[in-house]
């Protein structure tokens, strides 16, 4: 069982910034990938980023360019730094975890989310 506890969301205006973490716990894998999705109201859970523990980041196109995805797999804690914000990046970000398929052929856990509302 895995937990995820995010935090760091809120309010901010367009061009602002604001940076999220997670924090994971519990019976983490030493190879594993996590990261953020979000789902603006009326669309779908799509991904923001991740990032594996071996330092392999994916981004959305839309977000590449403002932001950066940030592990320390000491503290088992993945962070977004938000940069830029548009309104379009309303939405819940929600934490996530995986594992590889020769870790119990794979399991994926979700954080509860945070609300990031970019608005002026």
């Known amino acids: 069982q895995v937990q995820l506890v995010e935090s760091g969301g809120g309010l901010v205006q367009p061009g602002g910034s604001l940076r999220l973490s997670c924090a994971a716990s519990g019976s983490i894998a030493d190879s594993n990938t996590m990261g953020w999705y979000r789902q603006a109201p009326g669309k779908e859970r799509d991904l923001v980023a991740t990032?594996?523990?071996?330092?392999?980041?994916n981004y959305a196109h839309s977000v590449k360019d403002r932001f950066t995805i940030s592990r320390d797999n000491a503290k088992n804690t993945v962070y977004l730094q938000m940069n830029s914000l548009k309104s379009e990046d309303t939405a819940v970000y929600y934490c996530?975890?995986?594992?590889?398929?020769?870790?119990?052929?794979?399991?994926?856990?979700w954080g509860k989310g945070t609300l990031v509302t970019v608005s002026s």
């Open positions: 990032m594996t523990s071996g330092s392999i980041t």
């Open positions: 996530y975890y995986t594992t590889p398929y020769y870790y119990r052929y794979g399991v994926t856990y």
